[in-house]
T-cell receptor, first 111, second 115 residues
Framework: QKEVEQNSGPLSVPEGAIASLNCTYS??????FFWYRQYSGKSPELIMS??SNGDKEDGRFTAQLNKASQYVSLLIRDSQPSDSATYLC???????????WGAGTKLIIKP | GAGVSQSPSNKVTEKGKDVELRCDPI?????LYWYRQSLGQGLEFLIY????????KSGLPSDRFSAERTGGSVSTLTIQRTQQEDSAVYLC?????????????FGPGTRLTVL
């Protein structure tokens, strides 16, 4: 059973600080990793993808992938109240192109 | 270009009635996915189409649920004899699915309420 695990939260971070969201996965040969953001009452939207070990930066967002330890993380710098949402981690295992979804971490940015 | 569209955005129905939910994927996307999300819960995979074929129907909760896709484009999810536990947001996503690097892109969802 391929699994993707996330802490459900809520994770509370003060405005302006760095929010760190983590995700672990069970399939060692997973190949692609995605972070989605879902605002309450809205559908998930893609914010980052990462495929290789290391860091990938896009504006205030940095995705970090460590395949040896089977985890992927998302850092949000200079957190804003508008970043308050549920963040979903999704992984493509090697066996097919389906996404395996984590249950999401609820992030709250406190002004 | 246009994103994934879904209709209706909201549907209220009475227990026992049939409902049809529609999804129009991003043009050129060959893969289409249906998910269900109950209030405060994660995404529940229902079915996936590659072209007009459904290689994976493993997530359909019961035989009251069915889906089809025609012309490699629009898909319809049908729920027969709706039950109150069917109340949820039904999300459709599409993907190019040309490689394992393809993300899924979601529509706005259909909120189904069964009274």
């Amino acid at each position: 059973q391929k699994e993707v695990e996330q802490n459900s939260g809520p994770l509370s971070v003060p405005e302006g600080a760095i929010a760190s969201l983590n995700c672990t996965y069970s399939d060692r040969v997973s190949q692609s990793f995605f972070w989605y953001r879902q605002y309450s009452g809205k559908s998930p939207e893609l914010i980052m993808s990462i495929y290789s070990n290391g860091d990938k930066e896009d504006g205030r967002f940095t995705a970090q992938l460590n395949k040896a330890s089977q985890y992927v993380s998302l850092l949000i710098r200079d957190s804003q109240p508008s970043d308050s949402a549920t963040y979903l981690c999704a992984v493509v295992p090697n066996s097919n192109y389906q996404l395996i979804w984590g249950a999401g971490t609820k992030l709250i940015i406190k002004p | 270009g246009a994103g994934v569209s879904q209709s209706p955005s909201n549907k209220v129905t009475e227990k026992g009635k049939d409902v049809e939910l529609r999804c129009d994927p991003i043009s050129g996307h060959t893969a289409l996915y249906w998910y269900r999300q109950s209030l405060g819960q994660g995404l529940e995979f229902l079915i996936y189409f590659q072209g007009n074929s459904a290689p994976d129907k493993s997530g359909l909760p019961s035989d009251r649920f069915s889906a089809e896709r025609t012309g490699g484009s629009v898909s319809t999810l049908t729920i027969q004899r709706t039950q109150q536990e069917d109340s949820a947001v039904y999300l459709c996503a599409s993907s190019p699915r040309t490689s394992g690097r393809d993300a899924q892109y979601f529509g706005p969802g259909t909120r189904l309420t069964v009274l």
